[in-house]
C-alpha cells in the first residue's frame, strides 16, 4: 500500500512478469500490432455488453451508439484507445490485467528456451493480448467503469509495464475502457494521426463497430472569417473502418488479407491459418459459418479442459466464446464464428446441448470440416495437408471412435508410414495404399510397435517383403485402438499381422500347401518346443511368415495386442492373461539345429532363448532379462568348446 489510502500497489504474478520482458524485447520488430489487440479487446468488449443488455437494457445507459476511439496526441505523445463496451470492475481489472489467466500460459513458459532468439519466435505463436501495450509504451493507464456501475466506482489501473501496478478508484463518466498510452521515445510515431490511421485501418475492418478517429483538420483556409478560427472546436470523428461483421458480408467482397485478419482477431494466433471455408446457409435452419485450419497447434491440445469451440452469435449480437457444441471433440483444433438465425437470444450452454437445431449445425459442420480437410488433401502439390497431419493428426485419429457416422470419411484422411516409404514420415493415405494392393490380397495388413524401427524390423514382415505386399507401420500410442473401431475401409478388412494364422488372402494357395507340407516336416519339433515352453506360450506351430528370422510371437485372434497390453499396464490397468503362439521358421539353421539336440537340458535353454528373442524382436520387454542372459551366455561357452 502507497501513502495514499486509495491506492495499492500490486506485484504482477511471475509469469505475466516473465512474458512482459519477453513480448517487449522480442516483437519489436514488429510494433503495431498492440494496435490490434487493444482494438480486438474493445471490439470483445462492446460484444459483452451487447449480449449482456439483451438481458438488462439500463446497461446501455443514455449512450446505446456502441463505438471505438483512437486519439493520437502529437504534443502529449499519448495514443488513447477507449471502448464504451462493458467495462471492468475493481477485481475484474485486478484478475484480467494482473495475471496472465489465459490457459496454455504455463505450458507456453515451460517451452521457453532462454534462448530470446528462439524464444521470441515462439510468441509468435501466442496471443499476446493487453500486454501488448508494452511494446510501445513505457506507462499506461487503464480508467474503466463496468456498465451499470456508479460514475465513482471506476478504476484506474497504472504500470510501467515492470515489475508491478497500481489501481486506484477514480471517477468516469461514460462506461467502458480508455486505455492512455505514453509512449516510449522511440516510439512517438503512433502519436502520429496518419500512421495510426494506416495500421488501424489495416486491422479492424472486420471489426463489426465503428472504429472512429478524428477527421483530418482542413487546410486553412486564408479568407475564412475571423471568428470561424477563433474557437478551437471539438474535432470531428469518423469511422475509419468498414464496421460490418466479416461473415455477414458475401464471400466475393471479402478479401484474402481480411480472412487473415479476422482469423486473428478471433483466434489469439499469430501464424496465418491453413484454410478457412464460409458458408451461408439457407433452408431448414439458417446460419452462418466461417470456419478456420490453424497451422500451429495451441499449446495446450491435449489438456482436456482447453478452450475448444466456436464463437457463437446469434442473429448478429454475441452470445459466447467457446460454444462447443458445434463440433465433435475430435475437430477441436478449428477455429471459426456461427451465426444463427434460429436461436434464441437468450440461449444458454444448457439449452444448446438440448436443441435439435444445434445437432443439425452440428453435423453440417462437421461435414463441412471434414469436406475442407479432403480437399486439401486432393492438391497433391501442396504441402497444406502435410502441414496439417504432422500438426492435428493425432487428435484426428480419435475420430473414428468418435463419431461413427463419419468414420470412412474421416479414415481416408488418415495418413500413415509404410512399408513401402522408406521413411518415418506418416504420408500415405489407406487409398495409396488400396490402389497398391496386389492382385487377390483382400485385406490392409499392419503392424503395431513401439516405434518406427522396431515396426520396420518387425519379423513379421519377412513374407510380406517377399512378396511385396505393403504393410502399414503404426507406432503411435493410439493406433491400435484406432484400427478397432475402424475395423474396414472401403469393404477391406484391417488385419494385425502379428495377430491369427497368416493369412494372405487368394494369393496364397500354393503357399497354403507348402505350409501343410511344413507342418508336417516340423511336427516332432514343435511337439517338444510345446513341452519345453508350456508354461509361457499358448501354442507353438511352424510359419511360412518368416525368411530370416527363427521365431516370432502371435497373439490369438481375439487377444489383446502386444501395445494395448503395454498401455494398459502403464495405466495402472488390469490386463487379462494371455499367453503368446510361438511361430517358428523351422527351416532355420537354429531350428535344425535344436531338431537335432539330444540333450534335454540344452533344448530347453535354447528353446527360451528363441522365445526371448522372439519377444525382444518386437520391442518387448523380458520377465527375466537375467535369465535370458545367463541362458545365453552359457550357450555361448559351449559354442566355444
Ligand atoms: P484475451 O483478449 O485473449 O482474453 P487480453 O490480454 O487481450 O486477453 O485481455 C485480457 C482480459 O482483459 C480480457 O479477457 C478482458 O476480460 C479484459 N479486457 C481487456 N481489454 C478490455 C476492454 N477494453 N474492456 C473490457 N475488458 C477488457
Ligand atoms: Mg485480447
Known amino acids: 500500500m502507497t501513502a495514499d489510502a486509495n491506492k495499492e500497489t500490486l506485484g504482477f504474478q511471475t509469469e505475466a512478469k516473465q512474458l512482459l520482458h519477453l513480448m517487449i524485447h522480442s516483437l519489436y520488430s514488429n510494433q503495431e500490432i498492440f494496435l490490434r489487440e487493444l482494438v480486438s479487446n474493445a471490439s470483445d468488449a462492446i460484444d459483452k455488453l451487447r449480449f449482456e443488455a439483451l438481458s438488462d437494457a439500463s446497461l446501455l445507459e443514455t449512450d446505446p451508439q456502441l463505438s471505438i476511439r483512437v486519439e493520437a496526441d502529437k504534443d502529449a505523445n499519448t495514443l488513447t484507445i477507449s471502448d464504451n463496451g462493458i467495462g471492468m470492475s475493481r477485481d475484474e481489472v485486478i484478475e484480467n490485467l494482473g495475471t496472465i489467466a489465459k490457459s496454455g500460459t504455463a505450458q507456453f513458459l515451460q517451452s521457453l528456451t532462454g534462448d530470446e532468439k528462439k524464444d521470441s519466435q515462439l510468441i509468435g505463436q501466442f496471443g499476446v493480448g493487453f500486454y501488448s501495450a508494452f511494446i510501445v509504451a513505457d506507462r499506461v493507464e487503464v480508467v474503466t467503469r463496468r456498465a451499470g456501475a456508479a460514475v465513482d466506482q471506476a478504476v484506474l489501473w497504472e504500470s510501467h509495464g515492470e515489475a508491478e501496478f497500481s489501481i486506484e478508484a477514480t471517477e468516469k463518466d461514460a462506461r467502458g475502457t480508455t486505455i492512455i498510452l505514453h509512449l516510449k521515445s522511440d516510439c512517438t510515431d503512433f502519436s502520429d494521426d496518419w500512421r495510426v490511421r494506416s495500421v488501424i485501418k489495416k486491422y479492424s475492418d472486420h471489426i463489426s463497430v465503428p472504429v472512429l478517429m478524428a477527421k483530418p483538420a482542413p487546410a486553412v483556409d486564408p479568407d475564412a472569417e475571423e471568428?470561424?478560427?477563433?474557437?478551437?472546436?471539438?474535432?470531428?470523428?469518423?469511422?475509419?473502418?468498414?464496421?460490418?461483421?466479416?461473415?455477414?458480408?458475401?464471400r466475393d467482397d471479402v478479401s484474402e488479407e481480411e480472412y487473415l485478419e479476422f482469423y486473428k482477431h478471433i483466434s489469439n494466433d499469430f501464424e496465418p491459418p491453413l484454410k478457412w471455408s464460409h458458408n451461408k446457409v439457407e433452408g431448414k435452419f439458417e446460419y452462418t459459418s466461417l470456419l478456420y485450419i490453424p497451422t500451429r497447434a495451441p499449446f495446450d491440445m491435449w489438456n482436456r479442459e482447453m478452450t475448444r469451440g466456436v464463437k457463437l452469435y446469434v442473429q448478429r449480437t454475441f452470445i459466447m466464446d467457446e460454444a462447443e457444441q458445434f463440433l465433435p471433440m475430435y475437430l477441436r483444433f478449428v477455429k471459426?464464428?456461427?451465426?444463427?438465425?434460429?436461436?434464441?437470444?437468450?440461449?444458454?450452454?444448457?439449452?444448446?446441448?438440448?436443441?435439435?437445431?444445434?445437432d443439425s449445425m452440428r453435423s453440417a459442420l462437421t461435414k463441412r470440416v471434414l469436406d475442407m480437410l479432403a480437399k486439401m488433401a486432393k492438391k497433391k502439390d501442396s504441402e497444406d495437408y502435410q502441414t496439417f497431419w504432422d500438426t492435428f493428426g493425432q487428435v484426428l485419429k480419435e475420430g473414428p471412435a468418435e463419431d461413427m457416422a463419419n468414420k470412412e470419411k474421416i479414415a481416408g484422411l488418415l495418413r500413415f508410414a509404410t512399408t513401402q516409404g522408406d521413411a518415418e514420415a506418416q504420408t500415405q493415405s489407406l487409398d495409396d495404399y488400396i490402389e497398391r494392393m496386389q492382385e487377390g490380397q483382400d485385406k490392409i495388413f499392419y503392424v503395431v510397435a513401439e516405434n518406427y524401427n522396431t515396426a520396420r524390423n518387425s519379423p513379421h514382415l519377412e513374407v510380406f517383403h517377399k512378396k511385396g505386399i505393403e504393410v502399414l507401420l503404426l507406432t503411435d500410442r493410439v493406433d491400435d485402438w484406432l484400427i478397432n473401431h475402424m475395423m474396414e475401409y472401403k469393404d477391406k478388412q484391417f488385419q494385425d499381422v502379428a495377430r491369427g494364422e497368416l493369412d494372405l488372402g487368394d494369393l496364397s494357395e500354393e503357399d497354403k500347401q507348402e505350409q501343410e507340407q511344413l507342418q508336417k516336416d516340423s511336427e516332432a519339433l514343435v511337439e517338444r518346443l510345446k513341452v519345453a515352453l508350456e508354461a509361457r506360450v499358448e501354442d507353438v506351430r511352424a510359419t511360412s511368415r518368416l525368411t530370416d528370422s527363427p521365431a516370432c510371437l502371435v497373439v490369438g485372434d481375439h487377444d489383446m495386442g502386444a501395445q494395448m497390453r503395454r498401455i494398459m499396464e502403464s495405466a495402472g490397468q488390469a490386463v487379462p492373461d494371455s499367453k503368446p503362439i510361438l511361430e517358428i521358421n523351422s527351416q532355420h539353421p537354429l531350428l535344425q539345429k535344436l531338431d537335432q539336440e539330444a540333450d534335454e537340458d540344452r533344448f530347453s535353454d535354447l528353446a527360451s532363448v528363441i522365445f526371448d528373442q522372439a519377444h525382444l524382436a518386437e520391442g518387448g520387454q523380458l520377465e527375466d532379462p537375467a535369465g535370458y542372459v545367463a541362458r545365453l551366455n552359457k550357450l555361448l561357452l559351449e559354442l566355444s568348446h
Open 227 to 250: 471568428g470561424a478560427t477563433e474557437s478551437v472546436a471539438e474535432p470531428e470523428f469518423e469511422a475509419i473502418n468498414e464496421a460490418q461483421a466479416l461473415w455477414t458480408r458475401s
Open 336 to 358: 471459426g464464428v456461427v451465426d444463427s438465425n434460429d436461436l434464441s437470444l437468450n440461449v444458454s450452454r444448457e439449452i444448446l446441448q438440448q436443441d435439435p437445431a444445434v
